[in-house]
């Protein structure tokens, strides 16, 4: 673990203030290893996750978060997110353990949101309530299709009929709530979006999460590459409709993947595309961490069994390099619909205006930014062009 004097040393960077700090907890396990999942999850062996296996976890993380808090002492936390895997594998009571340990050793915001990933394949009934009363305040409901063959494709190991008793208990046991769907997946047409989208929206889902099936390198789908899956032109056309359809029922498009009805944005997610802070304990968990003169990044094991051999340690670290960090900050920010000022850019990396003024310059002369100065705002353009807009920053 970083040694903090190290860390408070004068530097090149000058942060007038450090940004909301966030914590995030990776719980590695889940029931089988999707296709198309490049996350650092691992099957559990039996179907279950053993009782030792799951203690001797949530001993690591205590560690793990006990070593680090010399690094964030004294900071609360706006928000927790407790991702995987599928970290419903965790029962209530070894949930609410978790909560209870973050409680004792960090300072908690008032109204601090504490999310809660779940898939409908590893849930009973009355488990989400068990979650709430755990202290969990938003669950995320990993449903991706509700047709069934997609979901074989998929190999996710829920049916259609149990994504749909899932949400049915997530929207009675939470005031708020996400869905996450997935699109333009393999032989998918228009229509058979727009029927996944009505099942979806019937459910009156507070937060939609929707994400583009990629083909990501070291997955199963990198080798097997599905046949048919739509082209760019179809995907964009998939992406109006979503628009479209979620706008009609009162869920706005506030980020690239997610729409949200009012008062339900992810204010997790809303602090890493603000480029917030965040301390990420678990298995392969990554944090970006402020200083006064710097910004440091750092990574945990990302075997289970060696983080928590090795919990108080980190497998690697490193300060940010100044040249990097506009393409940083951009890579995040120009993912919001309404962008963020230019006093938070300046604010988060403590560098000054004139480190982005080409970017800033060229983005707006070729229609990819907002003409507003005091504003980094995509424009509806700069939106479908992401990745152009973004590498101007490179």
């Known amino acids: 673990m970083a040694d903090l004097l190290h860390l408070m040393r004068p530097g090149t960077l000058q942060l007038p203030a450090l940004p909301p700090l966030a914590l995030y907890v990776h719980l590695p396990w889940c029931l089988r290893k999707c296709p198309y999942c490049d996350f650092n999850s691992h099957e559990v062996k039996g179907g279950a996750l053993a009782l030792d296996t799951a203690e001797a976890y949530l001993a690591a993380l205590r560690a793990d978060l006990e070593a680090a808090l010399?690094?964030?002492?004294?900071?609360?936390?706006?928000?927790?997110?407790?991702?995987?895997?599928?970290?419903?594998?965790?029962?209530?009571?070894?949930?609410?353990?978790?909560?209870?340990?973050?409680?004792?050793?960090?300072?908690?915001?008032?109204?601090?949101?504490?999310?809660?990933e779940a898939n409908p394949g590893t849930f009973e009934r009355e488990r989400f309530a068990g979650f709430r009363q755990a202290g969990v305040t938003r669950l995320s409901v990993g449903v991706q299709s509700f047709d069934d063959a997609q979901l074989k494709t998929l190999g996710r190991v829920h049916s259609s009929t149990q994504a749909r008793e899932a949400l049915a208990e997530a929207a009675g046991a939470f005031d708020t709530w996400n869905l996450d769907l997935m699109y333009a997946l393999p032989g998918q047409t228009l229509a058979d979006l727009a029927a996944e989208l009505d099942m979806a929206l019937a459910f009156k889902p507070p937060h939609l999460s929707i994400y583009h099936?990629?083909?990501?390198?070291?997955?199963?789908f990198a080798t097997r590459t599905p046949e048919h899956l739509p082209d760019p032109d179809l995907a964009s056309d998939m992406l109006d409709l979503i628009t479209a359809k979620t706008g009609a029922t009162g869920l706005q498009r506030y980020e690239v993947s997610a729409y949200a009805r009012d008062g339900h944005r992810c204010t997790h997610n809303l602090n890493y595309w603000q480029f917030g802070d965040y301390l990420g304990i678990g298995a392969g968990a990554h944090s970006k961490l402020s200083f006064p003169n710097r910004v440091l990044r750092q990574v945990r094991w990302r075997e289970p069994a060696a983080f928590m051999a090795q919990a108080n340690k980190v497998s690697n670290e490193h300060e940010v390099v100044r040249k990097d960090l506009p393409f940083e900050f951009m890579l995040n920010a120009l993912r919001l619909k309404e962008g963020v000022t230019l006093t938070q850019f300046l604010e988060r990396t403590g560098l000054p205006p004139s480190s982005i003024a080409k970017g800033l310059a060229e983005a707006r002369a070729r229609g990819l930014l907002e003409a507003?100065?005091?504003?980094i705002q995509p424009t509806a353009r700069g939106f479908d062009f992401l990745s152009d807009l973004q590498s101007l920053f490179l």
């Open 70 to 116: 010399p690094l964030i002492w004294g900071r609360p936390v706006v928000s927790i997110f407790i991702g995987g895997g599928t970290p419903s594998l965790f029962n209530p009571e070894q949930i609410g353990q978790l909560i209870s340990d973050i409680r004792a050793r960090l300072p908690l915001e008032a109204g601090c949101e504490i999310t809660l």
């Open 213 to 220: 099936l990629t083909i990501e390198p070291n997955t199963v």
């Open 372 to 375: 507003d100065p005091a504003r």
